[in-house]
């Protein structure tokens, strides 16, 4: 069993910038793919970036190309979500997830992070 833990989220300002993290405990999520989601209210829950376990490039949501970058630290058992030049189109609740593969989408993700809360003032 996989247990994701993420912190980081909050409120801050148009253009301001935050880092999310996704602490894996239970095993080592280095084969593993990650994923960050979000959710509006309202809205669908959708994929922002996902990285691969092995090898490859990252997969970004047009709406986050050239603001979002998602990175791993293997050693630390640990995913990151790095937010720059945020709008307040990009407030949501986000979540990190595991799997073997990486799905383009909700579905197939085996293990859901608890959620964090991005909010973003104009």
């Known amino acids: 069993q996989v247990e994701l833990v993420q912190s980081g989220g909050g409120l801050v300002q148009a253009g301001g910038s935050l880092r999310l993290s996704c602490a894996a405990s239970g095993r080592s999520i280095s084969t593993y793919a990650v994923g960050w989601f979000r959710q509006a209210p309202g809205k669908q829950r959708e994929l922002v970036a996902a990285i691969p376990g092995s090898g490859g490039g990252t997969y970004d949501a047009d709406s986050v190309k050239g603001r979002f970058t998602i990175s791993r630290d293997n050693a630390g058992n640990t995913v990151y979500l790095q937010m720059n030049s945020l709008k307040p189109d990009d407030t949501a609740n986000y979540y990190c997830?595991?799997?073997?593969?990486?799905?383009?989408?909700?579905?197939?993700?085996?293990?859901w992070g608890q959620g964090t809360q991005v909010t973003v003032s104009s």
């Open positions: 997830a595991l799997d073997r593969v990486l799905h383009i989408g909700v579905a197939g993700w085996a293990y």
